[in-house]
């Protein structure tokens, strides 16, 4: 099914997909279906075969955790805060849900976002990604001295992460720190593919200084 599907055999890829799941059911294979049954325009079937699991495996963390990072990267944050919150209600002490959970939370406006966050910086204090989260939580939210401090933090940890460094960056133009601005992005622009989403990010964010 994986060689079918790298070579856009869909319709093949779905049907070894399904065989495989019936033969040894797991959450990996499950959401892989489910991604081929989309790619075949299949939305019906592939939202029964999406429902039919979570209803045999209410605790699933695997599959939760697919539809909600689809649910992110298509923008779609009140669907990721609900499926998040569904995790989160699962295993409460898991940082990296909470964080995922603040994050979409603060897309929608709720006001628990920031403690979501804080929750998750309690139990990973130096992650990088938990205190870019948090930073940017706390600056929306009027606490800047604080939110400046876990995003410098989050960059300092993870320097090579371009999304940290390009929040940091924004963070600073929002604030009209200009010049702090302009040297995050002077940093971070060699390191981007041309062309690429991030790329027309910072470049777009540049040209505003």
Do not use: C
């Amino acid at each position: 099914a994986d060689v079918q599907a790298r070579r856009g055999e869909w319709t093949a890829a779905a049907s070894a997909y399904r065989a495989a799941q019936e033969r040894a059911p797991r959450g990996e294979v499950l959401v892989r279906l489910h991604a081929a049954l989309l790619r075949l325009d299949r939305k019906d079937e592939a939202a029964k075969v999406i429902d039919d699991w979570l209803r045999a495996q209410p605790r699933d963390m695997v599959v939760r955790g697919y539809l909600a990072e689809r649910a992110l990267a298509e923008k779609q944050y009140p669907e990721a805060a609900r499926v998040f919150g569904e995790m989160h209600d699962i295993a409460p002490q898991n940082p990296l849900v909470l964080n995922n959970l603040a994050w979409s939370a603060n897309q929608v406006k709720d006001p628990k976002a920031l403690e979501y966050a804080e929750q998750a910086h309690a139990l990973a204090p130096d992650n990088a990604a938990i205190l870019d989260t948090l930073g940017v939580i706390q600056i929306a939210r009027g606490e800047a001295q604080k939110g400046f401090a876990n995003l410098e933090r989050a960059v300092e940890l993870a320097p090579d992460a371009a999304q940290l460094r390009l929040n940091l960056a924004r963070a600073y133009a929002d604030a009209g720190r200009s010049t702090d601005a302009r040297k995050q992005l002077d940093t971070l622009m060699p390191r981007l593919t041309e062309g690429s989403p991030l790329h027309a990010e910072a470049t777009k964010l540049l040209k505003s200084l």
